[in-house]
């Protein structure tokens, strides 16, 4: 199938449509877009599709539509879509779209419930609830994750205790990339999947996920990771978005030294393995923050360090 310009037009205003925090109508509108633009032939509306089908935006969920949509991207050209299908259809190798395929068979092998499913955790505190879980991700899907990292990293923030605010802080001085409908795919929700069928806390739950990159020196403080209620400048973001239960973090490499997650009030450094996750508990099975879940981000002293950061809510974010 061969695109034509109108496709190429509408592709880059769903794009523009989806930058930033769209509201309801111009996320429709440029699903309206994308599918049109993928009917005519355009490789990257189609890869686009295929997120939309695999994140259930507005339409239900349905990771047979992603795979096709993705399928189709492919066979239209796109380099990403084929390198999807094979991490997909193969997570301990690093996809090479060089190699000639069949669409259809390379489609037909993929097994998402079994890319889906998380290993056993392992306890590191009872009190407040750490668990630990060996081998999350495979080295090829963090080396794919620390890829997306490198193509938009800017200055991290953190809540303004006085303002309720994102601000820049020298307490983190660490870069990011917050991942949106713009930037994720196919394989990012896959690894969100995974830490939703980990925590048996849904998807739609989850704050937009982030790739974080430390360099020599680089930190984040001791802090928590709730939002106290007893401060009035959290009120309107706790009304709005609810809590921030749960922290997961994917460890994406592990070439430095140093760089330990540290929980000084608990006596606990922890430091995964490339694929190693992590999961904190960020309030008690009663819901009220737990003070003893302050953490700290210690910086690497050689090389550089990269994680999956996953936080999620106690509720859906209001309309």
């Known amino acids: 199938m061969t695109e034509d310009a109108d496709g190429v037009e509408q592709f880059a205003a769903a794009m523009e449509l989806l930058a930033g925090r769209p509201a309801l109508d111009q996320v429709q509108q440029a699903v309206k877009l994308l599918e049109s633009a993928s009917a005519k032939g355009n490789a990257q509306a189609s890869e686009r599709c295929s997120l939309i089908e695999s994140m259930g935006v507005v339409r239900p969920q349905s990771w047979d539509r992603a795979l096709d949509f993705l399928q189709r991207a492919a066979e239209q050209g796109s380099g990403s879509a084929l390198s999807q299908l094979l991490l997909l259809a193969d997570p301990d190798s690093d996809p090479d779209p060089g190699v000639s395929r069949d669409w259809a068979e390379l489609r037909s092998s993929i097994r998402i419930e079994q890319r889906i499913q998380a290993p056993q955790p392992v306890p590191v505190s009872e009190s407040p609830r750490l668990r630990s879980y060996a081998g999350f991700a495979t080295p090829a899907e963090c080396r794919w994750l620390v890829a997306i990292g490198r193509g938009g990293l800017e200055q991290a923030r953190v809540f303004d205790h006085a303002s309720g605010a994102q601000t820049v802080n020298p307490a983190r001085d660490n870069r990011f990339i917050g991942l949106r ?25 989850f704050e937009p996920s982030q790739v974080l990159h430390y360099a020599v020196g680089q930190r984040f403080k001791p802090h928590h990771d709730f939002l106290d209620p007893a401060n009035p400048a959290y009120r309107d973001e706790l009304a709005a978005r609810g809590q921030r239960i749960a922290t997961f973090l994917i460890y994406l490499n592990d070439e430095y030294e140093g760089g330990q997650t540290r929980f000084p009030t608990l006596d ?22 737990e003070p003893r879940t302050l953490h700290a981000g210690l910086p690497p002293s050689t090389g550089e360090k990269w994680l999956f950061s996953q936080w999620i809510r106690d509720r859906v974010p209001a309309a």
Not at 181 to 205: C, G, Q
Not at 270 to 277: N, V
């Open 181 to 205: 409908l713009d930037t994720m795919d196919v394989v990012t929700e896959v690894v969100r999947t995974r830490i939703s069928m980990a925590t048996r806390l849904p998807v739609p739950l």
């Open 268 to 289: 606990i450094d922890y430091r995964g393995s490339t694929g190693d996750a992590l999961f904190i508990a960020n309030v008690d099975r009663e819901g009220r923050p």
